[in-house]
């Protein structure tokens, strides 16, 4: 499996950004989704995870209502829908796929993207 991210830059605050993350692989819809992001010097921060059907994801303190995770099951991509972002979103956000249930550790997850650059300016 090999992911691509894309769609981050550099955004003021209160702005928004969708990541794209598109995966190579004929079963996606198998696979548990989630998004991290590590800001520099800091550790790997979970951000959401996705269920298979997409039914089912949850939020990091700090992302809920403004972050939305989604999948297009067609187009095997899913997405990162972040809103009134901030200078703190700054930081590598590297989308990731498992086989196993969605969740917060970054253990769950057997197959990570490259990682795309968000940066917030104040």
């Known amino acids: 499996v090999q992911l691509q991210a894309s769609g981050g830059g550099l955004v003021q605050a209160g702005g928004s950004l969708r990541l794209s993350c598109e995966a190579s692989v004929r079963t996606f819809s198998t696979y548990a989704m989630a998004w991290f992001r590590q800001a520099p010097g800091k550790e790997r921060e979970f951000v959401a995870p996705?269920?298979?059907?997409?039914?089912?994801?949850y939020y990091a303190g700090s992302m809920k209502g403004r972050f939305t995770i989604s999948k297009d099951n067609s187009k095997n991509t899913v997405y990162l829908q972040m809103n009134s972002l901030k200078p703190e979103d700054t930081a590598v956000y590297y989308c990731?796929?498992?086989?196993?249930?969605?969740?917060?550790?970054?253990?769950?997850?057997?197959?990570w993207g490259q990682g795309t650059q968000v940066t917030v300016s104040s």
């Open positions: 996705l269920s298979r059907s997409g039914s089912t994801t």
């Open positions: 990731a796929a498992g086989q196993g249930p969605p969740g917060s550790s970054w253990t769950q997850y057997n197959y």
